[in-house]
């Protein structure tokens, strides 16, 4: 079946500067995506969403940005501080169609001081 | 706020008992998930439920059997426990797709099992 995959396994960056997290996904029929923050030892936490009639939608400090053209979709994390720390999860679905997400395999970020 | 609850956060078996992981959502969602997460494997689904009594096997069922008897209560039962089956276990629920909504799934803290 199709699945979320992502390009990086491993981040780390300094604290201050900006992240950006990947992930390509391959079912193009998929019209929503979320990112999941995942610390060490807890449940995934919802971060932000965004739907396929959107390329940008942009939170406290994230921003996820879509291209549908090329199926890819990033987290961008500005700012980044050591509580951001975690494993960062892509999922799609779609909505109306499927109760379930399809999960990448993750990224982990790792924020040096 | 949308509340997850597992009933245990560490749990230790073994081999050959039969082990019941319980989890409780307080936001009247329709569908309840439990999933494995293992290193290098990401989460997978191991049985869904849309519905009270209702349920689906996820990607990898074999080993397991769950239960719904309530809408607010998903348990996931290892009818004879393996130490293949060490592992964190995560629930999750979300509203039904087929209302419009979400797709969103909020998480429980996980349940870390090890089968000795």
């Known amino acids: 079946g199709e699945s979320v995959g992502l390009h990086l396994p491993t981040l780390s960056v300094q604290e201050g500067d900006n992240s950006i997290i990947n992930c390509a996904y391959s079912?193009?029929?998929?019209?929503?995506f979320i990112w999941y923050k995942q610390e060490s030892g807890k449940g995934p936490q919802f971060i932000i969403d965004?739907?396929?009639?959107?390329d940008k939608r942009q939170g406290q400090r994230v921003t996820v940005l879509l291209n549908k053209t090329v199926k890819h979709l990033s987290l961008q994390i500005a700012a980044t501080q050591p509580g951001d720390s975690a494993v960062y999860f892509c999922?799609?679905?779609?909505?109306?169609?499927?109760?379930?997400?399809?999960f990448g395999k993750g990224t982990k970020l790792t924020v040096n001081p | 706020d949308v509340k997850v609850t597992q009933s245990s956060r560490y749990l230790v078996k073994r081999t050959g008992e039969k082990v019941f992981l319980e989890c409780v959502q307080d936001?009247?969602?329709?569908?309840m998930f439990w999933y494995r997460q293992d290193p290098g494997l990401g989460l997978r689904l191991i049985y869904f439920?849309?519905?009270?009594?209702?349920?689906e096997k996820g990607d990898i069922p074999e080993g397991y059997s769950v239960s719904r008897e309530k809408k607010e209560r998903f348990s996931l039962i290892l009818e004879s426990a393996s130490t293949n089956q060490t592992s964190m276990y995560l629930c999750?629920?979300?509203?039904?797709?087929?209302?419009?909504?979400?797709?969103?799934?909020?998480f429980g803290p996980g349940t870390r099992l090890t089968v000795t």
């Open positions: 999750a629920s979300s509203f039904g797709s087929r209302l419009g909504r979400g797709g969103e799934q909020y």
């Open positions: 079912n193009s029929a998929s019209d929503y």
């Open positions: 965004i739907r396929s009639n959107m």
């Open positions: 999922a799609e679905t779609i909505q109306g169609g499927s109760e379930k997400l399809v």
């Open positions: 936001m009247d969602h329709e569908n």
């Open positions: 439920s849309y519905d009270v009594k209702m349920k």
